[in-house]
């Protein structure tokens, strides 16, 4: 399975109003490797492992690979993680026929907010809405299995993008 998306950074607290649902994620890294990446997750009441491959050049398209879990092999398997354990709020907005999965991020890197979009191609034209900030697809730095390494809050970048 290969996965399109952009990632933005977010410049206000508007998409909430559009939003159709949030929900709570908690999740870790079994490996943080450019090459691939081993993800666990919750989401609400459910939990998945991730495996993801390298991003192309310009770090829109990678290789994902998921299977759903138990909630109890997934909190098992967090246990087992890199030490930075992500927790976020994810709202899922609506906008101009495509979906967007913005990511309120808490803990260590409290204050990070992330939008990201799938595509069906990587030239696939969207319309962005008006709190979309900077583009950062391909920004390793704000790679969710390297804010498990280096949080946003310790890592000394900010570029004004709370909400």
């Not at 998409?15 to 997750?41: C, H």
């Not at 993680?81 to 890197?109: M, Q, S, W």
């Not at 390793?140 to 299995?145: A, C, D, F, L, M």
Request: include cysteine; hydrophobic fraction near 35%; proline fraction near 4%.
């Amino acid at each position: 399975m290969i996965e399109i998306e952009r990632k933005f950074l977010v410049t206000s607290s508007e998409y909430r109003n559009s939003a159709i649902s949030k929900e709570r994620i908690v999740q870790g890294f079994l490996n943080t490797d450019p090459e691939r990446t081993v993800r666990v997750r919750i989401k609400e009441r459910s939990g998945f492992l991730t495996v993801k491959g390298k991003s192309n050049a310009t770090g829109t398209t990678r290789f994902e690979w998921e299977k759903e879990i138990l909630v109890a092999e997934a909190e098992q398997l967090i246990s087992l993680c890199k030490p930075v354990i992500l927790k976020k709020t994810r709202y899922n907005v609506p906008y101009a026929g495509h979906l967007f999965e913005v990511d309120e991020f808490h803990g260590a890197n409290e204050g990070l907010v992330i939008a990201e979009v799938e595509l069906k191609s990587e030239t696939e034209i969207f319309e962005k809405p008006s709190w979309l900030g900077i583009e950062i697809t391909g920004d390793i730095r704000y790679y969710n299995s390297q804010l498990s390494k280096n949080p946003w809050s310790e890592y000394g970048f900010n570029v004004g993008n709370k909400p």
